[in-house]
């Protein structure tokens, strides 16, 4: 067998079963094996952005890896954006590049680059295969290394020689030895017990906000102390709506986020980092905790924070809070688009079981407020602050349950990053609703160059302006098969989410603010 | 002054005058200073692979470095490909990235990542700035490295405090001294004069063919020797059509290159590398040249080949070639889109003055067999085989060249990339005519797959086709604020090309193949 199949089928033993791909000639014999044994879903995206974008999408539902199939150095850098997003989120993705063959790599052709080193940059893990003995054995290490908690970003850098020599075996998936979370810290816990109160915050990222258990549990823990409980750092998936408890995320603005934790003496940290503004500026701090506010870091990303938190739960002996009752939203009327119409048209949209995608920044900026009374969701969330993740992932999300509807709430600068997803999910026929917040500009960019302290004349609010020509992305949509409309009454929005989200497919809308 | 608008100042005083832009946060000192100063144009992109390609296209026709703004190691990344492509062509460029403040960087904040890393993968030149007083030094020793001979990706990365911090002062413009080449070796002068004859190829690329003296002196030798002329390696510009000598390049199928460089005993490189193939392949060597052919590298990339071909003209005293008349290539008669007739209507409508900007890849093949009459062009390719250069480069030589009429050849599948590039032309109003080949495939791929010895069924050949659903261009431009056609004729392609590229702004034409 060579080396490219007993690669995909030992994977697939082990339980990897889709394969994100945007192929080049180093990697013909994976497609050429991927075709003879037709064991994985194969679904192409035509830009690498969307591959990686569309992996992270499906792991951070399905709870597993996606492998992916990238192309030699600049196959790798076009996908390391989303990468780094996927990394921040600690999603389990296995990255497999071809490289030019072994004898070849000495020359100078015109794509050979230094593949290991821009793997380097976006991965947690990197290994070249030196044979087509240790291939397989190489993988099952790689899968391991992706899958285990955190997940991490894994790269196998294959040269084609070795993908196409006959020779390899088939390794069995228990040589995919995943690590174990490491343990809790008994003292750090009884002092996080104690700690717990009214001048005390919990925050938390990680797996802790995707267990609707542990969220319940931060809930008894707010009820039975008076702690404050927030997101923070990267928050890889949140399941939330109606019947959860609402976790609040710190602020993105830096002055907000630094008034959030002002009132706190104590923060105890359960799968987050002490939290830091998300860029510098001038006469602003980097850490946003008060300098005398006492740190418990009680688990760090490689502990499992939903056990951290059951033991705190029983420690204290808290007993289970009420059920929450938030009202569902009221759908707005016809009128103008403020931001609280917009808001309120989609929460009061959201279906049964939505996969929400945030790619928002400026825009709907009040749907998670409003929308914590609408049916329970998953709310996946841009990680790492690279733009033009959201609609590769909620392709990926779309692929990973397809039995849910997966709702885009896409801001229009980021989308145009990595567009060529809705032609995937047409491909693939997803129940995918993509919704473009279409401001015309770089909202965010524009207040941001104000807290630099600039004064911006015409050419600088023109490199931040998206008007001129403006893009009009129904013709965009439709030019990769995604039929779609464009909105500019509230009550129109809401009645047409609740329409599109029934239909099985994509669809676009374009919401002009 | 801040060190923002001190780099500025002292770039333009240099010579540059150009900024193609992607900016974020951490550039919105540089937003402003560019604002403030109004000193260059500012051309934004909406995706960093169109901001590098259009610095490609732009310093091959300018012969000069624009400066490219880019946002820390994501959008660094994002930009990679091209810059990959731009590398091989020996293109200079000037990117200025923007990273955190540096008391910011020991934090784990969402986009912290390693910014000089990804800068060295795709860079000749990498620093860091340390400080605000030497940011300006800095700049220029950029800028000298960028546009020595051969031109080089110089990578400047500028923490945003030093560029927001105050205390810069403006460097004079003899700061950038750029590398002279190094000299011709007297001795292998002699020795390549003496090798010349029929059994004997010069290979070339570099500067030479960009140089139509020396695409002359080139035509010379091989009239008064029987030597043959290949262009080899990346060629960053081809100036080539009606009165000048016909430069061949080196196939790009393995097997056609080996028979192409078969009868040769001798060869003489010049600005090149002994030729390697594109890719490895089993039971096809990497090296192009037959084993026992003699290589006299004459010059390396390095050193002036325009003078080492002076030089053998006058060794050799070869008088001037006959002047070449080729005729004009006939428009083709309305019929079926064959290849033929759609090489034909392509090379019979390029008009006065063209700059083609080839990423073409299996579609109207014969383009350049039959535009050997055309009015004098010039030919700009694809250099390091990262495909989605040809919008955004078409895009920068429209800017370098507003006079010009420039053409785009352009692949489906590769356009799929970075096709956020209309956008730009459409607000920058360039006279760009994008020919879309719309095969509905990665045929080139397909033409791979057989190459490894696959024998594909359904699921590779899915991974490898276009057609589900059909990308609609039209649609895709007209989103992007550029009108369009789709075309099945040859007749009517040839007399839209006639018509459009009189017309100023941006147009593209989907070719339905």
Redesign the interface.
């Given at each position: 067998m060579n080396g490219a199949e007993s690669l995909l089928r030992s994977l697939h033993q082990a339980g990897v079963e889709v394969c994100f791909?945007n192929?080049?000639?180093?990697e013909?014999?994976f497609?050429?094996a991927?075709?003879?044994t037709?064991l994985m879903r194969?679904i192409?995206g035509?830009?690498e952005?969307v591959v990686t974008g569309a992996a992270d999408g499906y792991a951070r539902m399905a709870e597993k890896p996606a492998v992916t199939l990238l192309h030699l150095?600049?196959?790798l850098?076009?996908a390391?954006?989303n990468l780094?997003?996927a990394r921040?989120a600690r999603t389990p993705m296995l990255n497999l590049v071809g490289d030019?063959?072994r004898?070849?790599l000495r020359?100078?052709?015109?794509?050979t680059?230094?593949v290991p080193?821009?793997a380097?940059?976006?991965s947690d893990w990197v290994r070249t295969v030196h044979s087509t003995q240790s291939i397989t054995g190489d993988a099952m290490d790689a899968l391991a290394a992706a899958w285990g908690h955190p997940g991490q970003i894994a790269t196998l850098i294959v040269p084609?020689?070795i993908g196409?020599e006959e020779g390899a075996t088939i390794e069995p998936p228990e040589r995919a030895k995943t690590r174990a979370p490491r343990d809790i810290d008994s003292d750090l816990l009884r002092k996080a017990a104690t700690a717990l109160g009214p001048d005390t915050v919990i925050l938390c990222g990680g797996t802790v906000l995707e267990s609707p258990d542990s969220i319940a549990g931060l809930a008894d823990l707010a009820a039975a102390t008076g702690t404050s409980i927030m997101g923070s750092g990267?928050i890889r998936r949140l399941e939330r709506g109606a019947g959860r408890f609402e976790i609040p995320r710190i602020p993105y603005p830096v002055d907000d986020a630094l008034a959030a934790l002002r009132p706190f003496r104590r923060a105890v940290l359960i799968e987050a980092?002490p939290p830091?503004?998300?860029?510098?500026y001038?006469e602003r701090p980097?850490?946003l905790l008060p300098e005398e506010c006492e740190v418990i870091a009680l688990a760090d990303f490689d502990q499992d924070g939903r056990t951290a938190i059951e033991a705190l739960v029983d420690a204290l002996g808290a007993p289970p809070a009420p059920a929450r009752t938030a009202a569902p939203c009221p759908p707005p009327s016809a009128g103008a688009m403020t931001n609280d119409a917009l808001s309120a048209a989609i929460a009061a949209a959201l279906p049964e079981g939505a996969i929400v995608v945030d790619e928002r920044l400026t825009s709907a900026t009040n749907v998670p407020a409003l929308s914590t009374g609408a049916p329970p969701m998953s709310w996946l969330s841009l990680?790492?602050?690279?733009i033009?993740i959201g609609i590769p992932m909620a392709t990926g999300a779309a692929v990973a349950c397809p039995d849910r509807p997966v709702i885009g709430l896409q801001a229009d600068?980021s989308a145009?990053?990595t567009?060529?997803a809705l032609?995937t999910q047409?491909?693939e026929e997803l129940n995918v609703t993509t919704i473009i917040f279409a401001n015309r500009g770089y909202q965010?960019?524009k207040q941001?160059?104000f807290?630099?302290?600039?004064?911006?004349?015409?050419?600088?609010?023109?490199?931040?302006e998206?008007n001129?020509?403006?893009?009009?992305?129904?013709?965009?949509?439709?030019?990769?098969?995604v039929p779609g409309r464009r909105v500019t009454d509230p009550a129109e929005l809401y009645k047409l989410i609740r329409a599109v989200v029934k239909e099985p497919g994509p669809y676009l809308i374009e919401v002009v603010l």
């Open positions: 791909a192929p080049g000639t180093s013909m014999q497609v050429d991927l075709d003879r037709r194969c192409l035509l830009f952005g150095a600049p196959g850098a076009n390391g954006a780094h997003n921040k030019h063959a004898r070849h020359y100078e052709a015109p794509l680059a230094d080193a821009t380097a940059v976006f084609a020689d196409w990267p980092l830091v503004a998300f860029f510098a001038p980097s850490l990680t790492g602050g690279a033009g600068g145009m990053y567009l060529q032609w047409a491909r965010i960019l941001e160059l807290k630099v302290g600039a004064n911006p004349g015409p050419d600088a609010l023109n490199m931040l998206l001129r020509p403006e893009l009009d992305f129904v013709s965009l949509a439709r030019g990769m098969g």
